[in-house]
């Protein structure tokens, strides 16, 4: 692994490509290098000319003398790779790639890109593009890019590091960080990502002191084992990582597929492994700058029972129902603190959203107090105060300030969140006070909520999934119904009771074993789709069973007269309990998932569906089942009876460890329906489609 | 009616409870109206002083020199009603009442509030407050109010007119909206709202040339048909209406009720009334003032295809998924107008997204050959352009302008939406340009799809509702399921055949009638929960009707001794097609209401149910059902047949006249379930629910 030095601190860089016009992609960068404080050393690489912007030119990198730590590469498309080995062989960290015209540009271009991968992996060197805007390091001046927004504000100190597939849109964010004085330290935009990708960026972000708080941007990701990792280091180290994953929808992930040839993964699996592994998923680029502004103390409560503090109704009520829609919990104050709270101001509301009134503008102690009572006896894990106008004036903004900060001195674990319209001077106030600042008080309380669950994750232990046994061998060929229930209940899944009948007199035998009408189904591995092939009758009585048979096989046999007929499968109806389908299918980023829907029109119409990595312990898979909308059906709502969820969970469990277990060799496994009942679950269908 | 120039431009204004200290609450309004250029004539009332602020006080508004057309009541509660008394002596058109004390605080408060109520009714005065914040009209500099928001930053001249029940919020979003330069001409906060309410506002500024556009902000409606008749007039008079109706949820409703002292209706109701009406309904502050900047040009498009164009490809995505979520069509360019693109830039993503790439920076002309493409090619109804930070750069800012108005020019009803980061002033130029500017793409994006659901009200004919007939009048006392079905049937419902059995007798005899299984259910008016009673067998083979029937007896007489017993009610199973539920409530705010829902756990437990107010043509039924998230059900997804929707639409409408028409004698009527089949639809239980 490449570290946050090595890529954004080295020692020595060299510009090849690089030219006498600073507008010029590599003219620009090698401008920043010499004119904007750059404290490493700076070779310019131009075989035309004696100097270059005033400094001496070597006519090829390999003239240089020494090592080069940092390569910037802005030749065209068909010397980079000359490039790469010269710099290789001068020892060089990390070659940065401006050019475009490879693997976005045609054939030809996909060939050089591929060349490019191969000498990253096999030299160690680390490639970053190439198609992409480069790098940008306020702290140490360092800014090997020929984005032109380094050319406008301040650069400033700061903490945010931004990790951006795209170029544009990274070099715009940063931009706007800066611009809204978040306090962005660096910003690495991969483009093609011919070796370098996003996941590694975050990592290396993850690992270094430099930065606590990681936006990412992504339109596709290639390798979700990266991600994962860098995700699971960024969990450990206690940095939100804010990831924007771009082409949630369909037309989206074509544009983007488009425009970065990648192939885009299903949105709600990424969204779900995000989740799992602790990032937060923001769509907007405002939401995304709103987390991380709020992120800047880093204060990370842990629970999510909110305080909310308002000078205006109206405006608590707007607050408190953006909580609930994100899922906070705006509890009531105990009884006896709102009285107190009443003491003090006649006409205060107490309850929360708590209206301190504008009482408090002859008084500023009122603060101090009405904060005090929610800290102490509200119990709050964060409170958000809206405060209008008020700190428009700076002798009042100064006031509250000081009234909030006497209560959190000494309470370091405890977030205090601004909603307030004041000039930039007084926000910067509030900001080195501790107290991040938002004009909009919902957007303030929804970034409050990104916080809160930042929190729960790094507060909780990261949940041991169950270890995966070695794979039994799957049998050759397509898997009929009967040989996937027999492979799965030898996983330890719940199947029904079944038998295959070869023969009309063999199946009326079968029927007397059975106490229930029975459900009836072709048995061939070569018929997918039974129903279609009229291979299906459900609840024959016992008297039926002979002539079902016949019906069935005949059925079958003028659907498909080519088909292996092995018999008919039998197994008796089972009613009740709640319909849910259990599943399993391989991504192609990110590997073994496991699925849960509630059954038939819930999974299929309505989308219900949760999904993990596969393997999944059964506590995770009860956080699946409550992420369902309709989890109420398997608790007990409109005469279901509650379901036996610890079984559920099981069967959730022991199917994800067999996906995980089978990743190389099927594409999916099914078990719909699953009747999940008052006592145990059983699966009536199965289906495992392999690898192909 | 009260008018606009009554209310916010009258001639002559006595402050009453003049006060000589400016930061008073009646001294401030009388320093507003004395030093900021309003030119109507203006009295001071004190009975203390001889002179407030320099100019001659008057003991009593009686005092005053002839009539008095608005007054300012800034004294003490108790005192107020006298004020308000010689008011209207005084042929006052508007009393604004400033004080605080009424029905926010407690019950003497609540009795001088109604008092107020009855005078304004008795007299014709409009009386706005108590309890609220004042007016605001900054084209004519009149001031009455006691916020010291006015007392930041320049008026501007503008056409959006804010109407807000809550004070505090109302000024702080007139504030907000002033620093974003959005051009507000006119805010009046209702406060308790003893007469005029928010709802009249919005029509007095419907009705008003002055204001183009409204903001509304509501904790609770009062009077439905005063806000359904006033969107009405607003829809008429192309004027958006962005609604900003806080407490949607639970925990937002009950801080708003204990806030403002009024009941919640239903928060999805008000959605569906707000939508019904043409009504845009916003959850943020930003988002209203986003869509009030989008509606500045009043061009609203009629067609919701939308053409995005970029010079980043990841904002094009990020823009791509905002469209489509926000339902939008986001439809591709023409094939040869695509080649069109590429033989103009080689590099350019030509879809839709249409990536124009930095290339146009060197030449302007190729946005204006992109726009033109986009317009007379791909036929879109509204386009945004995504330019990051070029306009940064003044010169471009103006390149990018011109080389935009080139095509818009003679296409006035066009609207071209910008994100981009600028400066204040070359935003100014875009705004000025006709061309709505936005900072965050995904906002710009989002601002469009409300401007075209204007276009879309405004274009649309409002849908004829069909006519309600005198209603028939209701049995006497609790209406069991046949006398429901009975009723129901006559109001030209589908109604499953029914009988009611006396005896097993009767039961056994009538079942030679019905050639299906039966469904048989105790017939008592005074048993509502029938499954309970053990009062419901279904399934019921003929052979076993009469066993049933004693059985059903036993059990209802068993669970109540006291019920009234009817006999069983005895109707033919009917299986098949898709279980939905029909309804119509009497909502407290709106009156009659149309629920249509997919039945079962898809109503209950999902909350996928569609609201209108009643009664709905079928053709307006036919909207709701395609609101209803598991639509594709009754399309025919995944094995369901599709269903008859002629017909469920006749008995959607049918539902909602007889709902209508009964507005005054019930609570409340449902279908459920109606079963929807391929051909024709059937409803098998019905129960009305007569007001109390």
Redesign the interface.
Known sequence: MITYDELLRPETVAVVGASDDPTRIGGRPLDYLLNRGFQGTVYAVNPNRDTVQGTRSYPTLTDVPGTVAFVIVAVPAPHVIGVVEQAVAKSAKAVLILSSGFA??GEQGVAWQVKLSEIAWQTGVRIIGPNCLGLINHADKFFPTFT??VD?LESMDGHIGIA???G?????ME??AR?KNLGVRSCVTTGNECDLQTAEIIRLFAESDHIHTILA?A?SIKDGDLLIEALDIARANRKPVIM?K???????A???S???ASLAGEDAVIDAILRQYGAYRV????EALDVASACRPRIFPTGSKLGIMT????????M??????QGLD?AAMPDDAQAAMKELVP?A?P?N?V?VT?QFINNFGLITDFTELMLDRGGYDALVGFW??VA?NPKRAEDLITSIRKVLDGREETLFVQAL?APEDVVNTFEKAGLPCF?????AVAATAAVIAFGRAFSEEPPKPPPVPDPTPLPDGAIGEKAAKDILRDAGLPMVADIVAPTAAAAQDEAESFDAPLAMKIASPDILHKSDAGGVMLGVAKDNVSQAFEQIIANATAYDPDAQIDGVLMSPMIEGGTEVILGGKIDPVFGPIAVVGLG???T???G?VAFRRAPVSPAMAREMIDEL??V??LKG??GHPAADLDALCQAISALSVFTAAHADSIDSVELNPVRAMADGCVALDALIVKRR
Chains 1, 2 share one sequence.
């Open positions: 976005e540009a032109g927004t406008y951006s597939q795209s544009a849109y990274g070099t715009h931009f706007v611009r941007y339109e924007m771009v082409g949630r929808t369909d037309v989206g074509a544009a983007a488009s425009h970065t769509r907007r680029t405002e000078i205006s109704g109206g405006g608590g009520v707007l408190a129902d953006e909580a609930v829609e705006v006409f509301g309850r959203p209206d504008a209008t106008t428009n319209i004009e909009d008080p919902s957007r038939g029109v819930f299929e119409v309505m219900d909308q309709g109420a059906l709502a409109r």
